[in-house]
């Protein structure tokens, strides 16, 4: 069973158990690397704001940013497939 088969059964675990496993939905089907690309731009995109509005104060949101970079590779290193000629995008999400 590889790591995605893992997750999806540890989510229906839980879900099971009555622990909701909120997911991002990309054309109707539940997406983890989604749903981490939303958390962690949401993130880093909160405390750029709270840094500009002066509220964080000297706070270094490289971390948060470095986050939000590493799950958007995920998320399209999922999608995007490429060889030396050409790039193919992964229409099908439940892959």
Same mark, same amino acid.
């Given at each position: 069973?590889?790591?995605?088969?893992?997750?999806? *059964?540890?989510?229906?675990?839980?879900? *099971? =158990?009555?622990?909701?496993?909120?997911?991002?939905?990309?054309?109707?089907?539940?997406?983890?690397? !989604?749903?981490?690309?939303?958390?962690?731009?949401?993130?880093?995109?909160? !405390?750029?704001? !709270?840094?500009? =509005?002066?509220?964080?104060?000297?706070?270094?949101?490289?971390?948060?940013?470095?986050?939000?970079?590493?799950?958007? =590779?995920?998320?399209?290193?999922?999608?995007?497939?490429?060889?030396?000629?050409?790039?193919?995008?992964?229409?099908? *999400?439940?892959?």
């Amino acid at each position: 069973m590889d790591i995605i088969g893992k997750v999806k *059964e540890l989510v229906q675990k839980m879900n *099971e =158990a009555g622990i909701p496993v909120p997911l991002v939905r990309l054309n109707g089907a539940p997406t983890i690397t !989604g749903t981490m690309v939303f958390l962690s731009f949401t993130t880093a995109w909160l !405390g750029q704001l !709270g840094k500009m =509005a002066k509220i964080l104060g000297p706070v270094d949101l490289t971390q948060a940013n470095y986050l939000f970079g590493i799950c958007l =590779a995920a998320y399209l290193g999922r999608k995007m497939q490429g060889n030396k000629d050409n790039v193919t995008i992964d229409k099908d *999400e439940t892959k």
